[in-house]
């Protein structure tokens, strides 16, 4: 907790490395730590491809590097917490000719009551967690077969809300009792475990594959929730925030630097190594993790509606536009 505290008052370090002709997939790139990573990695030279929720705001922000930077700019138009749109992204890049260089799973959200999405799961369970889970699984065969490639897994230090480790038999809190910071501290926690096997996975490949926690920036998650938790947000928590560009400096330094070569299935806050909160360590409940993620995932065959119940509604927007 010590090294946690120091880490988040530290500057990252910076890559002045460019990366013409590299190509940059980022999630969630229309605005905050997304969208201010996409400009670094632009203003770097890569290319860009952008999955995003909203059309009209993708456009723009697409337009605006190519015009700005004189890269190029793509994008797949998708709602990450539905389960064919993130097998539909996964098939996409999996299908791609040119090598994805650098991958960034940042689309995310924070809710502070339970909501279900169309396929009857936990919205932040599904945006945070199980979006990456599939199209890594979906991609695997290419990153393998790829010369070079780093996936980065926008993470965070909330993951030490779940002191306990995951309910393993209720990872959509249909039983266990929600709150805004559990929930998002499991699925968090959930996407390090999970980084664990997808390391072993890669093992032998020029890919690698580390958790971001990306600093205490101002960012547009949480906008979902009511008047009082945006007032808090606004007015006490984001008060001494800082911007996200500091986060997009550190993406850009663990995305391109030579200095993180070779590094896998760590866990970074900004670009100083750390050691994730225990739970975040355990090789059994990761195997255990899998193995129902698979199943949940549609991974395994058809959707099981018995793993995914009934939707109690539609699913709201998230912040990972």
């Known amino acids: 907790m010590r090294a946690m505290a120091r880490n988040n008052k530290a500057d990252p370090r910076q890559c002045s490395?460019?990366?013409?002709?590299?190509?940059?997939?980022?999630?969630?790139?229309?605005?905050?730590?997304?969208?201010?990573?996409?400009?670094?990695?632009?203003?770097?030279?890569?290319?860009?491809?952008?999955?995003?929720?909203?059309?009209?705001?993708?456009?723009?922000?697409?337009?605006?590097?190519e015009s700005e930077f004189g890269v190029r700019c793509r994008e797949i138009i998708a709602d990450l917490s539905r389960l064919d749109d993130m097998h539909r992204v996964g098939r996409r890049l999996s299908q791609l000719q040119e090598p994805i260089d650098v991958l960034i799973h940042n689309a995310g959200t924070y809710l502070t009551r339970r909501v279900e999405t169309v396929d009857g799961l936990e919205t932040v369970f599904a945006v945070n967690y199980l979006s990456s889970f599939v199209i890594n699984n979906l991609i695997r065969d290419k990153l393998r077969a790829q010369s070079r490639g780093r996936v980065l897994l926008v993470n965070s230090e909330a993951h030490r809300f779940a002191p306990w480790g995951l309910h393993l038999d209720d990872l959509n809190w249909r039983s266990c009792r929600y709150s805004g910071?559990?929930?998002?501290?499991?699925?968090?926690?959930?996407?390090?475990?999970?980084?664990?096997?997808?390391?072993?996975?890669?093992?032998?490949?020029?890919?690698?594959?580390?958790?971001?926690?990306?600093?205490?920036?101002?960012?547009?998650?949480?906008?979902?929730?009511?008047?009082?938790?945006?007032?808090?947000?606004?007015?006490?928590?984001?008060?001494?925030?800082?911007?996200?560009?500091?986060?997009?400096?550190?993406?850009?330094?663990?995305?391109?630097?030579?200095?993180?070569?070779?590094?896998?299935?760590?866990?970074?806050?900004?670009?100083?190594?750390?050691?994730?909160?225990?739970?975040?360590?355990?090789?059994?409940?990761?195997?255990?993790?899998?193995?129902?993620?698979?199943?949940?995932?549609?991974?395994?065959?058809?959707?099981?509606?018995?793993?995914?119940?009934?939707?109690?509604?539609d699913a709201p927007p998230y912040s990972g536009s």
Not at 20 to 32: E, K, M, P, Q, Y
Not at 187 to 197: E, H
Not at 244 to 253: C, E, V
């Open 17 to 65: 490395t460019d990366c013409a002709g590299r190509l940059a997939v980022i999630t969630g790139a229309t605005s905050g730590i997304g969208y201010a990573t996409a400009r670094t990695y632009a203003r770097h030279g890569a290319d860009l491809l952008c999955v995003n929720r909203n059309a009209e705001r993708s456009h723009a922000v697409c337009r605006e590097m």
């Open 181 to 313: 910071l559990r929930s998002y501290g499991s699925a968090k926690l959930a996407q390090l475990l999970a980084m664990l096997t997808f390391d072993e996975l890669l093992e032998g490949s020029s890919v690698t594959i580390n958790a971001v926690h990306p600093g205490a920036v101002r960012t547009e998650s949480g906008k979902e929730n009511g008047a009082l938790y945006r007032w808090y947000k606004r007015n006490i928590l984001e008060r001494n925030f800082r911007s996200a560009t500091i986060s997009a400096d550190a993406l850009y330094y663990l995305g391109v630097s030579a200095e993180v070569d070779g590094i896998s299935g760590k866990f970074f806050n900004l670009t100083t190594p750390e050691n994730p909160a225990p739970p975040a360590l355990d090789r059994a409940a990761a195997g255990r993790l899998w193995k129902i993620s698979l199943d949940l995932a549609g991974l395994n065959g058809p959707l099981r509606a018995s793993a995914l119940g009934r939707p109690e509604h």
